[in-house]
Protein backbone atom coordinates (compact mmCIF):
# COMPACT_ATOMS: atom_id res chain seq x y z
CA UNK A 1 0.00 0.00 0.00
CA UNK A 2 1.61 3.27 -1.23
CA UNK A 3 1.46 5.63 1.25
CA UNK A 4 1.40 9.67 0.32
CA UNK A 5 3.12 10.50 -2.93
CA UNK A 6 4.46 13.77 -3.95
CA UNK A 7 6.09 14.86 -7.20
CA UNK A 8 8.60 15.89 -8.18
CA UNK A 9 10.78 15.49 -5.16
CA UNK A 10 13.37 18.65 -5.47
CA UNK A 11 12.78 21.71 -8.08
CA UNK A 12 14.61 25.18 -8.95
CA UNK A 13 13.14 27.97 -9.71
CA UNK A 14 13.71 31.43 -10.34
CA UNK A 15 11.61 34.41 -9.13
CA UNK A 16 8.40 35.86 -10.64
CA UNK A 17 7.88 32.14 -11.89
CA UNK A 18 5.35 29.97 -11.52
CA UNK A 19 5.43 26.04 -10.00
CA UNK A 20 2.86 23.76 -9.94
CA UNK A 21 3.52 20.43 -7.07
CA UNK A 22 1.67 17.41 -6.99
CA UNK A 23 0.37 15.16 -4.05
CA UNK A 24 -1.17 11.83 -4.67
CA UNK A 25 -2.83 10.57 -1.05
CA UNK A 26 -2.83 7.17 1.13
CA UNK A 27 -5.10 4.72 -0.53
CA UNK A 28 -8.60 5.10 0.96
CA UNK A 29 -7.92 8.62 2.07
CA UNK A 30 -10.56 11.29 0.45
CA UNK A 31 -8.93 15.16 1.63
CA UNK A 32 -5.08 16.38 1.27
CA UNK A 33 -3.43 19.24 3.17
CA UNK A 34 -0.46 21.45 2.33
CA UNK A 35 1.82 22.84 4.68
CA UNK A 36 5.20 24.73 3.94
CA UNK A 37 8.11 23.85 5.89
CA UNK A 38 10.84 26.29 5.63
CA UNK A 39 14.38 25.99 6.73
CA UNK A 40 14.84 24.84 10.89
CA UNK A 41 10.93 26.05 11.11
CA UNK A 42 7.73 23.81 11.98
CA UNK A 43 5.34 23.23 9.17
CA UNK A 44 2.88 25.55 8.64
CA UNK A 45 -0.75 25.21 6.93
CA UNK A 46 -1.50 26.48 3.59
CA UNK A 47 -5.12 24.86 3.27
CA UNK A 48 -7.16 21.89 3.05
CA UNK A 49 -9.41 19.97 -0.07
CA UNK A 50 -11.89 17.97 0.36
CA UNK A 51 -14.61 16.65 -2.43
CA UNK A 52 -12.39 18.99 -5.04
CA UNK A 53 -13.14 22.38 -2.91
CA UNK A 54 -10.87 24.21 -0.78
CA UNK A 55 -11.91 23.85 2.85
CA UNK A 56 -10.03 25.50 5.20
CA UNK A 57 -6.85 28.15 4.48
CA UNK A 58 -4.30 29.75 6.57
CA UNK A 59 -2.30 32.50 5.81
CA UNK A 60 -1.35 32.47 2.87
CA UNK A 61 -1.62 34.99 0.17
CA UNK A 62 -3.71 34.36 -2.81
CA UNK A 63 -0.74 33.37 -5.16
CA UNK A 64 -0.81 30.09 -3.39
CA UNK A 65 -4.08 28.21 -4.60
CA UNK A 66 -4.70 24.63 -5.45
CA UNK A 67 -7.10 21.96 -6.80
CA UNK A 68 -8.52 18.24 -6.11
CA UNK A 69 -8.94 16.39 -8.30
CA UNK A 70 -12.07 13.50 -8.74
CA UNK A 71 -9.25 10.72 -7.97
CA UNK A 72 -8.50 12.97 -4.98
CA UNK A 73 -4.98 13.74 -5.88
CA UNK A 74 -4.37 17.29 -5.13
CA UNK A 75 -1.73 20.08 -6.86
CA UNK A 76 -0.43 23.41 -5.40
CA UNK A 77 0.13 26.31 -7.54
CA UNK A 78 2.08 28.91 -6.32
CA UNK A 79 2.23 32.08 -8.33
CA UNK A 80 5.07 34.90 -8.89
CA UNK A 81 7.29 32.90 -6.87
CA UNK A 82 9.43 35.10 -4.58
CA UNK A 83 12.58 34.06 -2.30
CA UNK A 84 10.86 33.47 0.55
CA UNK A 85 8.59 30.84 -1.15
CA UNK A 86 11.60 28.46 -1.23
CA UNK A 87 10.66 25.54 1.75
CA UNK A 88 10.07 21.91 1.98
CA UNK A 89 6.09 21.43 0.76
CA UNK A 90 4.22 18.67 2.59
CA UNK A 91 0.96 17.39 1.76
CA UNK A 92 -0.99 15.32 3.88
CA UNK A 93 -4.10 13.12 3.52
CA UNK A 94 -6.47 11.59 5.66
CA UNK A 95 -10.34 10.25 5.65
CA UNK A 96 -12.82 12.66 5.90
CA UNK A 97 -13.09 16.59 6.44
CA UNK A 98 -13.25 17.08 9.97
CA UNK A 99 -10.14 16.13 11.05
CA UNK A 100 -11.20 13.09 13.33
CA UNK A 101 -8.44 10.68 11.74
CA UNK A 102 -4.70 10.59 11.58
CA UNK A 103 -3.05 12.45 8.96
CA UNK A 104 -0.22 10.82 6.77
CA UNK A 105 2.63 12.67 5.30
CA UNK A 106 4.57 12.66 2.11
CA UNK A 107 8.26 13.18 2.07
CA UNK A 108 7.72 16.97 0.48
CA UNK A 109 9.07 18.43 -2.48
CA UNK A 110 12.09 20.68 -2.00
CA UNK A 111 11.77 24.06 -3.91
CA UNK A 112 14.41 26.42 -4.22
CA UNK A 113 13.45 29.54 -5.54
CA UNK A 114 16.79 31.97 -6.96
CA UNK B 1 -3.37 32.89 17.89
CA UNK B 2 -2.78 29.54 18.51
CA UNK B 3 1.19 28.89 19.02
CA UNK B 4 3.70 26.17 20.24
CA UNK B 5 6.94 26.60 21.80
CA UNK B 6 9.12 23.85 21.86
CA UNK B 7 12.51 24.19 23.69
CA UNK B 8 15.38 24.44 21.00
CA UNK B 9 17.82 21.94 19.93
CA UNK B 10 19.61 20.52 19.08
CA UNK B 11 19.44 17.78 22.19
CA UNK B 12 22.43 15.50 22.29
CA UNK B 13 22.35 12.42 24.66
CA UNK B 14 24.10 8.66 25.12
CA UNK B 15 21.94 5.67 24.09
CA UNK B 16 19.77 4.25 27.35
CA UNK B 17 19.79 8.05 28.65
CA UNK B 18 16.97 10.14 29.90
CA UNK B 19 14.71 12.09 27.58
CA UNK B 20 12.74 15.33 27.86
CA UNK B 21 11.72 17.84 25.12
CA UNK B 22 9.71 20.63 26.90
CA UNK B 23 6.70 21.95 24.61
CA UNK B 24 3.66 24.02 25.64
CA UNK B 25 1.17 25.77 23.88
CA UNK B 26 -1.44 29.25 23.80
CA UNK B 27 -4.59 28.10 22.34
CA UNK B 28 -8.38 28.80 23.21
CA UNK B 29 -10.57 26.24 24.28
CA UNK B 30 -9.38 22.51 24.37
CA UNK B 31 -7.53 21.53 21.58
CA UNK B 32 -6.16 17.94 20.69
CA UNK B 33 -1.68 18.05 20.88
CA UNK B 34 0.81 15.71 19.24
CA UNK B 35 4.14 15.09 18.92
CA UNK B 36 5.47 13.99 15.19
CA UNK B 37 8.59 12.79 14.56
CA UNK B 38 10.54 13.65 10.76
CA UNK B 39 13.66 10.89 10.41
CA UNK B 40 15.63 12.31 7.74
CA UNK B 41 14.65 12.11 3.97
CA UNK B 42 11.33 11.40 5.35
CA UNK B 43 7.78 12.79 5.71
CA UNK B 44 6.41 13.38 8.97
CA UNK B 45 5.19 11.00 11.42
CA UNK B 46 2.59 10.70 14.35
CA UNK B 47 3.92 9.85 17.35
CA UNK B 48 1.67 9.99 19.83
CA UNK B 49 -1.52 12.55 20.95
CA UNK B 50 -3.39 13.51 23.53
CA UNK B 51 -7.23 14.70 23.60
CA UNK B 52 -8.16 15.72 26.29
CA UNK B 53 -6.55 16.89 29.69
CA UNK B 54 -4.69 14.39 32.04
CA UNK B 55 -4.83 12.08 28.83
CA UNK B 56 -1.37 10.37 28.29
CA UNK B 57 -0.55 9.61 24.74
CA UNK B 58 2.19 6.62 24.16
CA UNK B 59 4.19 4.79 21.67
CA UNK B 60 7.03 2.99 21.00
CA UNK B 61 8.67 4.16 24.18
CA UNK B 62 7.61 7.62 24.31
CA UNK B 63 5.02 9.22 26.36
CA UNK B 64 3.53 12.71 26.60
CA UNK B 65 0.86 14.21 29.05
CA UNK B 66 -1.80 16.76 28.27
CA UNK B 67 -1.24 18.84 31.23
CA UNK B 68 -4.25 21.73 31.00
CA UNK B 69 -3.09 23.56 33.87
CA UNK B 70 0.79 24.19 33.00
CA UNK B 71 -0.48 24.03 29.48
CA UNK B 72 2.31 21.41 28.61
CA UNK B 73 3.33 18.39 26.68
CA UNK B 74 6.12 17.38 27.36
CA UNK B 75 7.74 14.26 25.47
CA UNK B 76 9.54 11.81 27.49
CA UNK B 77 11.60 8.79 26.85
CA UNK B 78 13.29 6.48 29.56
CA UNK B 79 16.21 5.04 27.42
CA UNK B 80 16.35 6.28 23.73
CA UNK B 81 18.71 4.15 21.39
CA UNK B 82 20.38 5.45 18.30
CA UNK B 83 17.66 4.60 16.54
CA UNK B 84 15.58 7.77 18.04
CA UNK B 85 17.96 10.51 16.22
CA UNK B 86 15.45 12.78 14.45
CA UNK B 87 13.28 15.74 14.76
CA UNK B 88 10.19 16.15 17.17
CA UNK B 89 7.50 18.51 16.67
CA UNK B 90 5.08 19.18 19.08
CA UNK B 91 1.45 20.63 17.27
CA UNK B 92 -2.10 21.09 18.46
CA UNK B 93 -4.98 21.22 16.50
CA UNK B 94 -8.31 23.06 17.35
CA UNK B 95 -11.62 21.65 17.44
CA UNK B 96 -13.06 21.98 14.47
CA UNK B 97 -10.15 23.06 12.18
CA UNK B 98 -9.79 19.19 10.89
CA UNK B 99 -6.31 18.91 9.06
CA UNK B 100 -4.97 22.25 10.71
CA UNK B 101 -2.11 21.76 12.63
CA UNK B 102 -0.16 24.84 14.66
CA UNK B 103 3.32 22.90 14.63
CA UNK B 104 6.21 24.77 16.92
CA UNK B 105 9.91 24.96 15.54
CA UNK B 106 10.83 21.05 16.08
CA UNK B 107 13.52 19.72 18.57
CA UNK B 108 16.29 17.89 16.60
CA UNK B 109 17.44 14.75 18.74
CA UNK B 110 20.76 13.35 18.03
CA UNK B 111 21.51 10.01 19.91
CA UNK B 112 25.50 8.43 20.27
CA UNK B 113 26.75 5.32 21.35
Redesign the interface.
Known sequence: DA??TQSPTHLIKTRGQQVTLRCSPKSGHD?V?W?QQAL??????IF?Y?EEEE??R?NFPDRFSGHQFPNYSSELNVNALLLGDSALY?C?S?FG???LE???????TQLSVL | GDSVTQMEGPVTLSEEAFLTINCTYTATGYPSLFWYVQYPGEGLQLLLKATKADDKGSNKGFEATYRKETTSFHLEKGSVQVSDSAVYFCALRQTGTASKLTFGTGTRLQVTL
Do not use: C, H, M, N
Open positions: GVTSYGQGPQFQYRQGLASARGKLFFGSG
